[in-house]
């Protein structure tokens, strides 16, 4: 199967990000909830979303270099994001800081992703690659702010229109994995105004790109 | 996005056939495609086997694989939305009353 360079480029990179050290995990850390997320999207008989993996005798590392409530938290995104309300994650933000926990999210929606691509081509999800020791980054933004249409906190100032552009705002380098692999799988950013682009000739038309977007969207019981 | 690209490039999707999952979507190889998304977030591996080769029989490989990543990159984006509490302005939400009924999805938890 012959995987466009740009797409296929964007999944390795991905891939390799996850293994990097983050803004506030080591790249070890975030291996391990990635490979928590990847058990959760292929679980034949799922975890019901008020239950929790960490209760479940022999599901977790037994040397866990991350809590056991973030395996948890990433379960949940990962098999039940439509389930979520704001209490639970004004418990989850509490229990592990608001841009931890952002960046937990951005560690789910990446291995989410890249699995289904995989999944969708009938193609083995390949290894994760080996961790990058080093500390967290602590890279943030010059400034963060509460925002109107997210629960967490973004870079400043807050869009006013659009929540899904500044969800990732206040973790810089998932901002920018997730806008590098949207442009891929679906189209670059400055594109999205055009309602005939197409990527290439004899490609998905804008309408039959939507048809599947909101398609998964509805099934996944995001009403966003 | 289905509604306004649809519109403004001309063709006439039925939203109502797309909700459903069912034939009739009335775009070009959109029954392919929807049979393919609705198996891409399913759990039924014979299934989605079966609608990639469909839609691979009617397309090319190269637009199965466009329809793969546009899948993929919604299975991130949702969860995006969800797990950041992303929510839409009241006025778009009042703008887009008919789309949300066609996908019956008012009363979905995520509607924030």
Not at chain 1, 128 to 155: H, I, M, Q, R
């Amino acid at each position: 199967m012959h995987v466009r360079a740009d797409l296929a480029e964007a999944h390795r990179e991905a891939w390799e990000h996850l293994a990097k050290p983050g803004s506030w995990w080591t790249g070890e850390q975030r291996l391990e909830v990635a490979k928590t997320v990847l058990d959760a999207l292929s679980d034949s008989e799922p975890i019901p979303p008020w239950g929790s993996i960490s209760a479940v005798e022999g599901r977790l590392p037994a040397s866990s270099s991350v809590p056991a409530f973030a395996h948890d938290v990433a379960y949940r995104i990962a098999r039940h994001a439509g389930t979520l309300t704001e209490d639970w994650y004004v418990k989850a933000s509490e229990e592990l800081g608001p841009l931890p926990y952002v960046e937990l999210v951005g560690v789910v929606t990446t291995v989410a992703a890249v699995s289904s691509f995989y999944r969708n081509t009938g193609v083995e999800v390949p290894e994760f690659p080996a961790p990058v020791s080093g500390e967290p980054t602590g890279d943030v933004p010059e400034e963060t702010t509460d925002a109107e249409l997210n629960w967490v906190p973004v870079a400043a100032p807050a869009d006013q229109t659009s929540a899904v552009v500044q969800a990732y705002s206040a973790v810089p380098g998932e901002f920018a994995n997730l806008w590098r692999m949207s442009s891929a799988q679906y189209m670059p950013a400055e594109e999205m105004v055009d309602p005939t682009w197409q990527r290439r000739e004899g490609g998905l038309t804008r309408p039959q790109t939507e048809l599947v977007a909101s398609r998964v969207a509805q099934l996944r019981e995001c009403f966003f | 996005m289905l509604s306004w690209s649809s519109a403004e490039s001309d063709t006439d999707a039925d939203l109502a056939a797309v909700a459903a999952g069912r034939d009739g979507v009335g775009l070009d190889n959109g029954d392919a495609l929807v049979r393919f998304a609705s198996a891409a977030a399913g759990d039924d591996d014979a299934e989605l086997i079966a609608s990639r080769v469909a839609l691979v029989a009617e397309t090319d490989e190269a637009f199965m694989i466009d329809a793969a990543a546009v899948a993929a990159n919604f299975e991130m984006m949702t969860r995006l939305a969800d797990g950041t509490g992303a929510s839409m302005p009241a006025a778009a939400i009042e703008s887009q009353e008919g789309i949300i009924d066609t996908y019956g999805v008012s009363h979905l938890t995520s509607r924030r």
